[in-house]
């Protein structure tokens, strides 16, 4: 369908905030694209200024080939289903859904038609005549999602898509708006703050702080290798372990304890650096018995997750975080070693950024 | 044992005593109250139906009579009529205008909107019909609008206009503006936007206005009383005080009547309102 | 079904905490959702403030002028009006007529409004407290309707009530031919406006009242306090605000009552001639529009003095 790219994009709001500071960024055509952050990161508000609602200050917006930084939101081809779903509540289902195409002066029983294949399309069937308020929260969203395929968009803009749904409901929505997504094959943009929505949803997630980005790519990526210590502690549902460590002999010291250097980090670092040195919980390993480039502490908190367990571990000075298998979960105040694998380290320098690809 | 119930019986006496005539003090206050207030209105609820009306209250012997006289009288039904043209005609300029206004007001920052507000509700408070009467007056004979029902329109609307942007701007401030901005999304244009979606979510505000209205305009003398002269375009609130007698007395069977078929609709617009929205306390709602 | 209601019910709930979440945010520039800007803005406001200008506003600013001048309805000073300066206004205010006026307004607004309907208003408001719901729906009934009535209604309600021959009230009292209108007109018109006036206040008070915290009243109850320390030491000092909106707004009101004209004319013999109606007999009845306008103004300042005290109020109460 069509691609978006922004350029050198800037928003400013009266006064000289900034939400959004000078982005450059390509969202590939079909892709599912998350923008993510911490509130007040900017996401919204780059959303909001895709979509036009918004007033740009400099830079351009391109959807496909066509230049829409000055055109009104209802020419630019887009759909946006927002946080609260604004569906109209004095409208019905089926008149909430074709309400794009009566814009478009689509007769009305052309109209209705339309909204009727797509309820089905989204199992709404037998609900078209009610109200809004009438629905319950998933049947809501699926009616602010019916109202944007009706308009045939070029591009969707979800804003927090998933917030407005219990726990419960939402892991179920989450993984019919994946399908829905693959299905349609539309390029779509979507702002959320849950990094595990963002991993689980999108093919590359675009993390936002301050109005600028700080790491693009695919969920993968980010996970594994976060560029800086803000994207390393902000995705991932058990925070990184990140510990004040020196380079000394080639290898890195951590809380007294000798590691080797990350295998990404290799020549990259001088002897005496300090750095920060940091790895996933769910990346280390447990040992009873005694391991080399290990980590050696005693077990101070378990943390129940269902299937497995997160320890905290008292090293030296500093606590480490391991999650391992609930079969190995060792009893309150044992000795454990924890190993990590040099590929599944990483280091960050001085000022917070990953060292080495 | 004994000695308690002695000293309960011996304090619950006054303190029954004083039950005793707290309770007659709040029956007989409630009874001077409603003497005050239904005593007046009962000539309303009896005169009209009496086939001797006379300025007494008394029980009526029953008769539909004077209705039918009022009927008859060349003018009293026009001037109903001439009331819900003012009333209607009031209410949609106020309506249309102010719901317009208040919407932008509501939606974009126009510098010093505020206060602009205020002090257009102060305005309205302080230029009131009686204040400018005389200018007015002028003014419509200038403009030529003398003796015709939109010159009082116009000066009705204008004089509570302020009030009616004030509020409506309070509904509309509540509407989430996300409903908008997805009609917006759509390629809904403005005016569109507030027909489609503004004016259907402020239903309950847009209705209070428009009762608000017509009963501010149904009530009022002072206007139409100085600005109109012809007698077949001057509401009943004015026309009423025509209706004499040959003998030059107030002719009581067509005032009775007249007056019960004139009080109705507000009444009833007023508990309706009340019933359906509760009453609101807005700056000056009946003034 | 249940499941899902509660669902909607459950989703509906967090929507509202997401919105005032929401409030606080940056969310959209100016709040301009519709994307009218500045100039549609402008087109939308134009023709309610086009007829304020015109029909509220400019009259207003006329008076200045007009309270300047000679002017008069018929004659040669109607088509030919001198410029008198402030003759009117030293007319006025040396007019024995005007300052008898004056002093009747102040009269009918102190006995009208600030006793009458706000004592009364606030005693009934007060005693709805303790009665049974039926009682007290009967007596609000009751009391609105004399406010609801539309005012040519109500006057001749009362001309009927205090007529000489046939009037109710004598037949009650047994006052013979007590002429009431023509022998005590000020007290006729200040019980009349009680009538008329009195659901404003009871209305506003009950409100008030109801927002009183029980719990503080049972605890006042619980320390022994009879009805009258209730009233002094929980429930005026929750109400005070409200006893000052109510006074001012009601001062206002009756200040500017057009009503008892219907009942007395302002006679016998200016006996009755409040402001308003001065200032119709004075101009419209008696054609001297330049002084009549003056008196306007006059009337006007008082209005933006009583306006701004207010507002004044209502500022402090914000913050």
């Not at chain 2, 009209?48 to 009022?70: C, G, M, R, Y």
């Not at chain 3, 019910?9 to 979440?21: G, I, Y």
């Not at chain 3, 009650?172 to 009538?195: D, E, K, R």
Request: with cysteine; hydrophobic share 45%.
């Amino acid at each position: 369908m069509a691609s978006i790219v922004t350029t050198s994009l800037v928003k400013e709001y009266p006064g000289g905030v900034r939400g959004v500071n000078g982005l450059s960024l390509t969202v590939n055509d079909g892709e599912f694209f998350a923008l993510l952050g911490p509130s007040g990161c900017g996401k919204t508000t780059l959303l909001r200024t895709i979509a036009g609602l918004e007033k740009t200050t400099s830079g351009r917006i391109n959807i496909g080939d066509r230049d829409v930084t000055d055109l009104e939101p209802g020419k630019r081809k887009i759909a946006m289903v927002f946080q609260d779903y604004a569906l109209f509540p004095h409208m019905s289902v089926a008149d909430n859904i074709s309400y794009p195409l009566k814009i478009q002066k689509m007769r009305k029983t052309d109209r209705l038609e339309e909204a009727e294949k797509v309820g089905d399309g989204l199992s709404l069937q037998g609900l078209m005549e009610r109200r809004p308020g009438q629905l319950s929260g998933g049947q809501q969203q699926r009616v602010a999602l019916g109202r944007a395929i009706a308009s045939r968009p070029e591009v969707f803009l979800f804003d927090e898509p998933l917030s407005n749904l219990d726990a419960r409901l939402r892991l179920e929505a989450r993984t019919f708006l994946k399908k829905l997504q693959i299905d349609l094959g539309i390029t779509t943009v979507f702002v959320t703050h849950d990094q595990a929505e963002a991993l689980a949803l999108a093919d590359r997630i675009a993390i936002m702080k301050a109005g600028t980005l700080q790491q693009l790519g695919s969920p993968r990526e980010v996970f594994q290798r976060p560029a800086n210590i803000f994207v390393a502690s902000f995705v991932g549902s058990t925070p990184m372990n990140l510990l004040p460590a020196t380079v000394q002999d080639g290898r890195v010291l951590v809380s007294g304890t000798s590691l080797p250097l990350p295998a990404s980090a290799e020549g990259l670092v001088a002897e005496g650096q300090s750095v920060t040195w940091g790895a996933r919980p769910e990346y280390l390993h447990m040992s009873t018995t005694e391991t080399a480039d290990a980590f050696l502490g005693g077990v101070t908190i378990s943390e129940n997750l269902g299937a497995s367990v997160l320890l905290s571990i008292s090293v030296g000075e500093s606590n480490v975080r391991v999650v391992v298998g609930e079969d190995q979960e060792p009893s309150m105040g044992t000795s454990v070693w924890v190993k990590v694998e040099p590929r599944r380290s990483l280091l960050f320098d001085s000022d917070g950024d990953r060292i080495g690809k | 044992m004994n000695s308690m119930q002695a000293t309960a019986d011996s304090s619950a006496r006054p303190a029954l005593m004083r039950h005793f005539l707290g309770l007659m003090g709040k029956t007989l206050f409630i009874a001077l109250v409603l003497a005050f207030f239904v005593i007046p209105v009962l000539w309303l609820v009896f005169a009209p139906f009496d086939a001797h009306p006379s300025l007494t209250i008394k029980a009526p012997q029953f008769t539909f009579h004077n209705f039918e006289v009022l009927f008859q009288t060349p003018g009293a039904i026009a001037s109903l009529g001439n009331s819900i043209i003012l009333a209607l005609g009031t209410m949609i300029l106020v309506l249309v205008l102010g719901a317009l206004a208040s919407y932008a007001l509501s939606r974009v920052k126009i510098p010093g909107r505020d206060i602009l507000l205020y002090t257009l509700l102060l305005l309205s408070s302080i230029i009131t019909g009686t204040a400018a009467m005389v200018p007015t007056f002028l003014l419509m004979v200038k403009l030529g609008l003398i003796d015709s029902q939109l010159g009082v329109i116009l000066i009705l609307g204008s004089g509570i206009m302020p009030t009616v942007i004030f509020i409506l701007k309070d509904f509309m401030d509540s509407i989430p503006k996300s409903y908008e901005e997805s009609a917006r999304i759509y390629g809904a244009k403005p005016l569109r936007i507030l027909w489609d979606v503004g004016v259907p979510l402020a239903r309950p505000g847009l209705a209070t206005i428009a009762v608000w209205a017509v009963v501010q305009v149904w009530g009022n003398f002072l206007v139409p009383y100085i600005l109109l002269q012809t007698p077949s375009r001057t509401p009943a609130a004015v026309v009423i005080y025509t209706f004499y007698t040959e003998g030059g007395q107030p002719n009581l069977a067509l005032i009775s009547a007249f007056s019960l078929l004139f009080s109705i609709p507000v009444i009833a617009m007023y508990f309706f309102v009340n019933t359906r929205y509760g009453f609101r306390f807005y700056g000056g709602i009946k003034s | 079904m249940s499941e899902i209601d509660a669902d909607a019910a459950a989703s509906q709930k967090l929507r509202k905490s997401e919105r005032v979440k929401r409030k606080g945010n940056r969310t959209s520039e100016d709040g301009d959702s519709a994307g009218l800007g500045k100039g549609r803005a402008a087109a939308f406001v134009a023709p309610a403030m086009l007829l304020i200008a015109i029909f509220l506003v400019f009259p207003a600013l006329w008076t200045l002028y007009l309270g300047l001048t000679n002017y008069r309805l018929t004659g040669f000073a109607a088509t030919h009006p001198r410029f008198v300066g402030i003759d009117n206004y030293v007319n006025a205010l040396t007019d024995s007529r005007f300052l008898n006026s004056l002093g009747l307004t102040l009269l009918f607004v102190l006995g009208s409004a600030v006793i009458g309907q706000s004592v009364l208003g606030f005693a009934i408001a007060w005693m709805m407290t303790r009665v049974r719901k039926g009682v007290k729906s009967v007596v609000e009934f009751f009391v609105l309707l004399a406010w609801i009535v539309p005012s040519s209604v109500s006057t001749f309600l009362w001309l009927a009530l205090l007529d000489r021959n046939n009037g109710t009230l004598n037949t009650l009292f047994g006052t013979g031919t007590t002429a009431w209108l023509l022998q005590f007109p000020m007290q006729s018109i200040i019980v009349f406006n009680t009538w008329v006036g009195t659901a404003f206040s009871m209305l506003l008070f009950s409100s008030a009242l109801g927002a009183v915290p029980p719990t503080q009243l049972e605890s006042s109850k619980i320390a022994g306090a009879g009805a009258w320390a209730q009233l002094r030491d929980v429930i005026f000092p929750h109400i005070r605000s409200h006893v000052l909106t109510n006074t001012i707004l009601i001062t206002l009101w009756t200040f500017n009552t057009f009503t008892p004209y219907l009942l007395t004319a302002g006679g016998p013999d200016h006996r009755s001639e409040i402001l308003p109606v001065y200032i119709y007999r004075l101009a419209l009845s008696e054609g001297s529009l330049g002084q009549g306008s003056a008196v306007s103004l006059i009337m006007i300042l008082i209005n933006l003095v009583i306006a701004l005290v207010y507002l004044r109020i209502l500022r402090e109460k914000k913050s």
